[in-house]
């Protein structure tokens, strides 16, 4: 069963406008994080955001904000005054822990392309 | 620049041959991950070693295996290699495995199979 969902393959915006990048997943864990990366053409991986399942305020990290629903299980990312470089790969991803305790693993979405028009 | 290194940066090889990819995880970081992207699937994760020790597999197919030395770098061998393993290999490194820390990626090996 896939556990994080991306449905927005792609996506295009024009700049300086907003975007919402969905992601849901599915766990049965109490206690998780969320994350979110971004690909640039160049392939690197970078870290964007993070929301812990406990934590009460929705994260924000400058022009990146988090709109975490934990009822809905989703956890969408939000990119305030959308610029060009923002043109990228966008994964969602979700850590969690297996039933031993202790191991665990971080898991990705499909990813969404967002791309900037100017 | 993450602090992970990768090598090498590309690699093509022919159907049936084995090849090792290497990661070093940045300093301090007891954790490294192996991740698969494929141009259509995502990052697929593979595997996992905390200090030395397997901690969790994935989706890593009989060809593959890895392994994490005592100096924390980490090796991921594919064998009889097929033209479907060509994919871009992430390792990331973690401090922990704490709920809150973060992958930190290298720069990725791009495998193509001939």
């Known amino acids: 069963a896939q556990k994080i969902t991306q449905t927005q393959p792609g996506m295009f915006v024009q700049e300086k406008e907003a975007v919402t990048l969905d992601c849901t997943y599915d766990t049965s864990d109490q206690s998780y994080g969320l994350f979110w990366y971004k690909q640039p053409s160049s392939g690197e991986m970078i870290f964007l955001i993070y929301q812990g399942s406990y934590d009460e305020q929705n994260a924000t990290e400058g022009r990146y904000s988090l709109n975490f629903q934990k009822a809905r299980k989703s956890a969408n990312l939000v990119i305030s005054a959308s610029q060009l470089g923002d043109s990228a790969m966008y994964f969602c991803?979700?850590?969690?822990?297996?039933?031993?305790?202790?191991?665990?693993?971080?898991?990705f979405g499909k990813g969404t392309r967002l791309h900037i028009l100017p | 620049d993450s602090g992970v290194t990768q090598t090498p940066k590309h690699l093509i090889t022919a159907t049936g041959q084995r090849v090792t990819l290497r990661c070093s995880p940045r300093?301090?970081?007891?954790?490294v991950y192996w991740y698969q992207q494929s141009l259509d699937q995502g990052l697929q994760f593979l595997i996992q070693?905390?200090?030395?020790?397997?901690?969790a597999k994935g989706n890593i197919l009989e060809r593959f295996s890895a392994q994490q030395f005592p100096d924390l770098h980490s090796e991921l061998n594919l064998s009889s290699l097929e033209l479907g393993d060509s994919a871009l290999y992430f390792c990331a490194s973690s401090a922990s495995t704490g709920k809150r820390e973060k992958l930190f990626f290298g720069s990725g090996t791009q495998l193509s199979v001939l």
């Open positions: 070693y905390y200090n030395g020790e397997e901690r």
């Open positions: 300093s301090g970081d007891l954790s």
């Open positions: 991803a979700m850590r969690e822990f297996l039933e031993s305790g202790r191991d665990d693993k971080i898991i």
